[in-house]
């Protein structure tokens, strides 16, 4: 239960962080305002959360569909980063391990093997996670947040830099900067200007 838990607010994360950068940014709303709501959210969701409606159904279980989805929507590629790929990478891993706790009563079934990269074995393996395997992969959880959020600010910023809807002057770059900082901005790692 808790490597579930882990696993889904690493995936909420990435939810969140995505439908809260269509609200604060120009340049990912335009990328992704072709994409379709279903009729349903605008009876669910805030203004502000509306972003969430294009995402579901969408697993981020995968390296491939965060790639996917952040491409998508906010119109990002999230290459030649090598941290960002290592998180990706490890956190992918978990998820097969998740899936084994929640769908199977912890037996990993021959696909979860194979994409955990483990040998074949006759007969069953389960899955059994001690206090140190889970503080590892609360590690990784937090390492794929960290790298993401800070390839998403950082090119997020490049961007806005690019489309000059920064001009480098604090007066009047504070006001459009504020929200996409407060978006990325962790207060448990707590880096950053103080006003």
Known sequence: VLLL?????????????????????????????SQAIPFGAFDYYSQADMGLGLLENTSFATVGEVRKQTQRLAGIEL???????????????????????????????????????????????????KFTGFQLAAAVCQNVVRAYNRILYRRTVERWLGDKLLKAKWEEDRVVFRPLFQLFYSRHDSEGPTK
């Open 5 to 33: 838990g882990l696993v889904s607010a690493t995936e909420h994360y990435f939810r969140a962080v995505l439908s809260r950068l269509l609200y604060v940014c120009p340049l990912a709303r335009r990328q992704a305002s």
């Open 79 to 129: 290459k030649h980063d090598p941290s960002l790929d290592v998180a990706l990478t490890e956190y992918e891993k978990l998820c097969p391990m998740r899936h084994a706790a929640v769908h199977a009563r912890g037996d990993l079934g021959h696909q979860n093997l194979r994409e955990l990269g483990l040998a074949l074995t006759p007969g069953r393996l389960g899955l059994k996670v």
